[in-house]
């Protein structure tokens, strides 16, 4: 039997990952003794590894393919498919920024004030090209991690650090500079594995199926009762995917009304629904929208 060798991100989208993957319909199995969780699949074997790993295991052709942020792929310069985009993360399912951050009460104000200059950051490959492109000499030094520390102990001029809501970087009397780029997470295969029909195939299933999960998170199902004179009015309240789906009462004058909807609003149309005569409102989360 063929199998899909699939990386799975370790660390702060181990969780998240997992987890989207059971609402996508694939149950992973962490073992804390090892690296190859279980998965209710045969067509998939999984590995965990770093992000910052990933790519370079992809293209290589240990892993066929996995999820991984696009500034590894960068940062590796990893020739791999991207495959597909998947807008989540722990906290805020929001794109990551990379950004120049120095001291609150530093003299630098612009890139080219870090002429000379020492910066503290994960991500070397990337930020080294970046600054010899700007044809400005900087000292880029690896961060094992407390990046912002570095900086504020003044053992380097500026840091390149990752930040979804800038609170760290403030907390720590950081400003930003200047940003390098954006990142989110992305699904990524081996080229040869992409050229392979069989793989090529699983890899569009899954992927459509997590895509499908993730659009699912932002909506949700209602369905409720609604007399036959206040019909029209509920229809032309509710926004849908296409058309609600209305079904006659047996034996009454009343209609069954469902359709899905973006979760956000649904505090508000309730009360708008209530008013309008709608009864037995059901609200229910969905797992997938395809």
């Given at each position: ?198 793989k ?38 509710l ?8 079904a ?8 069954s009304?469902e ?18 005569g ?9 797992n997938?929208?395809?």
């Amino acid at each position: 039997m063929k199998q899909l060798k699939l990386g799975i991100p370790k660390g702060s989208l181990e969780k998240a990952t997992i987890e989207l993957f059971a609402k996508a319909g694939w149950h992973i199995k962490l073992s804390s003794r090892n690296y190859f969780p279980e998965v209710d699949d045969p067509e998939l074997s999984c590995s965990i590894c770093r992000p910052q790993e990933m790519s370079r295991y992809i293209e290589d052709g240990i892993l066929d393919a996995g999820i991984t942020g696009k500034d590894w792929t960068l940062e590796n310069e990893s020739d791999v498919v991207v495959v597909e985009d998947l807008i989540y993360s722990k906290v805020s399912r929001k794109p990551t920024r990379w950004v120049i951050a120095v001291p609150g009460d530093s003299d630098i104000q612009s890139l080219e004030d870090l002429e000379g200059k020492k910066i503290a950051t994960e991500l070397v490959g990337y930020s080294t090209r970046f600054f010899a492109e700007k044809k400005i000499n900087v000292d880029i030094e690896f961060s094992w991690g407390a990046t912002e520390a570095k900086v504020v102990s003044g053992l380097a001029d500026a840091i390149v650090e990752v930040t979804e809501t800038e609170s760290t970087i403030r907390a720590h009397g950081l400003r930003i500079i200047h940003e390098l780029m954006t990142s989110n997470t992305q699904f990524v295969a081996n080229k040869a594995t992409w050229e392979d029909p069989w793989k090529q195939r699983k890899i569009k299933n899954i992927t459509m199926l997590l895509q499908g999960a993730l659009k699912a998170e932002k909506i949700v199902g209602v369905k409720m009762n609604v007399p036959e004179e206040r019909l029209q009015a509920i229809i032309d309240l509710l926004p849908s995917l296409n058309a609600p789906t209305v079904a006659h009462l047996y034996q009454t004058k009343w209609y069954s009304v469902e359709t899905v909807i973006a979760a956000h609003v649904i505090r508000d149309l309730v009360p708008r629904l209530l008013d309008e005569g709608a009864e037995g409102i059901i609200e229910y989360a969905l797992n997938k929208i395809i």
